[in-house]
């Protein structure tokens, strides 16, 4: 039946080791807020909430006038839903994986490839790189939200190289002489930062774990002490040796700028963009692809060779990371993260108290709606009968479709759309 071309979808929970656990984690509550029958187990982590039809957690259609029983079963069977544009740019495929993470404990240390590396790697790797896709993503924080993203302003690494001996330890000498003399030439500075950092990830482990206990045991020692710390990054460096013991990781705080995001603030993660995620709960946006090269910070493989070779070694300041949203020019509700990547933008539609009827406007590509807050019942030419929207709820609307909201909560809505504007 096309003619249902707005509908809910149950979407996939994947329960990844570094998840809140329980209740304390967004996505359980989001999932139990859009199924109140949904069973959370207080002792489980619910990582992330996956909307979309990626292969490994494509949403199940909540409309039983439906035949298919995927989102993606769906997309294949009516491409047209994703407008042509989107259609014939993406052969076909839902271009952007929207997520909800609730993050615990931290995440590795990563980067993604762009889309000729992803594909050499996918060749030569498969097991490792699924597909042979790029994976920009976007980060907007739900609750304070901290990560590390992008190599921090040259002086700032002087200085942990000068007050962190146990880091100077794994540079070098020679290296951290390079970084300091480069200063003001750019190209030179980005070779420089290269060395120091592929330095350190190549360190032989027992010369690393050695470096890193004397290190934990001072900066503790430090701290107890009640001396300030923060020359050495103290607080974060116990809080991730805690998490992920004997781990290289643990000395790319000194590298990498910290960031804390507060509610509504983002950032963009383009290809090559060294990052790791820590605490707090986010709307991710992504590129539909599951590559992921990683350096630390995780049981999992990692890649360092690779990892050193594409990265991008521009220093830059944490404020620069801060993505910035725009107002959309034609709805006051809405805020527009509009990334530099085709394959995604996604919109913050903020509803006030004093307004009770809202129209969805209608875009030309297929987008997903997630309800964060309110309550409302949803109307459409695309769906023959009314869609009770909470907290939690998800919804698939088809391109070129409005929908009509009737809010019934006292306090507005906050919804998230991603779509594919080209």
């Not at 409302?376 to 009770?388: E, L, M, V």
């Amino acid at each position: 039946m096309e003619e249902v071309r707005v509908f809910p979808l149950t979407c996939a929970v994947q329960n990844y080791a570094w998840g809140k656990v329980g209740l304390d984690s967004e996505v359980a509550k989001l999932v139990v807020g859009g199924d109140p029958l949904a069973v959370i187990e207080e002792d489980k982590p619910y990582a992330e909430l996956w909307m979309g039809a990626h292969p490994k957690g494509d949403a199940q259609i909540k409309d039983n006038r439906i035949a298919q029983t995927t989102l993606g079963q769906w997309i294949a069977h009516f491409p047209g839903c994703l407008g042509s544009k989107v259609k014939d740019t993406f052969q076909g495929q839902l271009p952007f994986l929207f997520k909800v993470l609730s993050v615990n404990t931290a995440l590795s240390i990563q980067a993604h490839p762009n889309r000729e590396l992803a594909t050499r790697l996918h060749a030569q790797f498969p097991e490792h790189y699924p597909d042979n896709n790029h994976k920009p993503e976007m980060a907007i924080a739900l609750t304070r939200f901290q990560g590390l993203c992008g190599f921090r302003p040259v002086d700032e690494i002087l200085g942990f190289l000068k007050f962190v001996p146990e880091f100077h330890a794994l540079v070098g000498n020679e290296a951290a002489e390079e970084l300091r003399c480069s200063m003001g030439d750019a190209a030179r500075t980005s070779q420089a930062l290269k060395k120091c950092f592929t330095r350190m990830m190549n360190c032989e482990k027992k010369v690393f774990v050695d470096q890193l206990n004397m290190l934990v045991k001072r900066v503790s020692e430090e701290a107890a002490a009640g001396k300030d710390t923060s020359s050495s990054n103290g607080d974060l460096l116990l809080r991730l040796h805690s998490q992920y013991p004997g781990d290289i990781g643990c000395f790319s705080i000194y590298f990498l700028n910290q960031m804390v995001l507060e509610p509504g603030q983002a950032m963009f993660l383009g290809a090559n963009e060294p990052h790791a995620y820590l605490c707090g709960d986010c709307i991710e946006c992504m590129a539909c692809s599951d590559n992921t090269v990683r350096a630390g910070l995780t049981p999992k493989y990692i890649d360092v060779n690779t990892l050193c070779e594409m990265l991008n070694y521009s220093p830059a300041p944490a404020s620069s990371k801060i993505f910035p949203s725009v107002q959309d020019s034609s709805d006051p509700c809405v805020i527009l993260y509009d990334p530099p990547v085709p394959d995604f933008t996604v919109m913050r539609i903020q509803v006030p108290a004093s307004v009770k009827q809202y129209t969805l406007a209608p875009v030309d590509c297929a987008g997903i709606l997630l309800v964060i807050e309110g309550d409302a019942t949803a109307t459409s030419a695309a769906a023959p009968s009314d869609i009770t929207l909470r907290r939690g709820t998800v919804l698939f609307i088809s391109a070129n479709e409005s929908v009509s909201l009737h809010i019934t909560s006292q306090s507005g809505m906050t919804m998230f759309r991603a779509c594919c504007l080209l």
